[in-house]
């Protein structure tokens, strides 16, 4: 079984590697061709998360830093507040996806889809592309809202496609499937920012927010 994405030749043995550029490019641009391809190659969670996901999930969380840093000037948080939190949310993503991946398992049988950790994480790790991807505006914070909006309403489509075509659910019941894998990421979503927002104050306190000109 090989670590990395790799694209079937014919006869649905694996083909040669998916580089990281061509998989984001595909799934963005032609994921109903990409999404079949992701299902039938061979992978590992382990392998998905080095080749794919930690390199892709740093775009938004450096920009950001970057962005804030650079744009903000004098009016920016400090420097030691802007790394932890960066530090902090760049970890909480990748446990995101994992977490994301346990509830689209926990929920498969519901919908008739099959129990498959596995591509399940395909499922999660994919759909997170634009999220990602689009993160990279994050380099002008004020574009950062909106990058985030466009890349979650995308990802909600890669999800409701990649759920039928990964996890086998019928098409009857995908809809109701990637609804309620929303509200569960969601959820996540305000859990994991609220988590960072407590652990960072904790650390550094609330004179390192933004607010005090740094002359």
């Known amino acids: 079984m090989t670590d990395g994405p790799t694209n079937p030749a014919p006869g649905g043995l694996p083909g040669a590697p998916v580089s990281l ?3 984001a490019k595909n799934i963005l641009m032609t994921p109903k061709t990409e999404w079949p391809r992701i299902a039938a190659e061979p992978a590992t969670i382990g392998g998905i998360y080095t080749s794919y996901v930690l390199i892709l999930a740093a775009i938004p969380v450096i920009a950001s830093l970057i962005g804030t840093q650079l744009l903000l000037g004098a009016f920016a948080p400090s420097l030691n507040f802007s790394i932890a939190t960066a530090v902090l949310s760049y970890l909480l993503s990748l446990v995101a996806v ?10 498969a049988p519901t919908f008739g889809g099959a129990k ?5 994480f395909k499922v999660a790790a994919y759909a997170y592309t634009p999220v990602w991807v ?13 990058a985030a909006l466009a890349g979650i309403v ?3 489509y890669l999800l409701y496609l990649g759920l039928g075509t990964v996890k086998g659910v019928a098409a009857d019941k995908t809809a109701g499937y990637t609804a309620a894998v929303i509200v569960g990421l969601i959820i996540l979503y305000f859990v994991i920012s609220m988590v960072v927002g ?3 104050l904790s650390f550094f306190g609330a004179a390192m927010m933004t607010g005090v000109p740094r002359y």
Do not use: C, K
Not at 98 to 107: G, N, R
Not at 116 to 120: G, V
Not at 134 to 146: A, K, S, W
């Open 116 to 120: 498959d950790m596995t591509q399940s």
């Open 198 to 200: 407590m652990i960072v």
């Open 21 to 23: 550029v061509d998989r």
């Open 98 to 107: 994992y977490v994301l991946a346990l509830i689209i398992d926990f929920l």
């Open 134 to 146: 689009l993160g990279i505006l994050n380099l002008i914070p004020f574009l950062g809202m909106l």
């Open 154 to 156: 995308y990802a909600g």
